[in-house]
């Protein structure tokens, strides 16, 4: 599932949020949430941030491989 392609859609037909939700099987509330982020702050806003990051010095010598 691509967030951008749900938002998009749901621009696309007047901020219908219960269409999109139901079309994507996602949350109405999920559909908004994400929607209001991209027109606040653009396609960055929709990444997913979970999880913590590792920068190159925390890598092991396997990951980096």
Request: with cysteine; aromatic share 10%; proline share 0%.
């Amino acid at each position: 599932m691509k967030r951008i392609e749900i938002v998009k859609h749901c621009i696309e037909h007047q901020n219908s949020y219960n269409k999109t939700a139901d079309k994507y099987k996602v949350s109405y509330h999920q559909v908004y949430s994400w929607t209001k982020k991209y027109e606040e702050s653009g396609v960055e806003a929709l990444k997913d941030k979970r999880g913590k990051q590792k920068n190159a010095n925390e890598l092991s010598e396997i990951e980096k491989a």
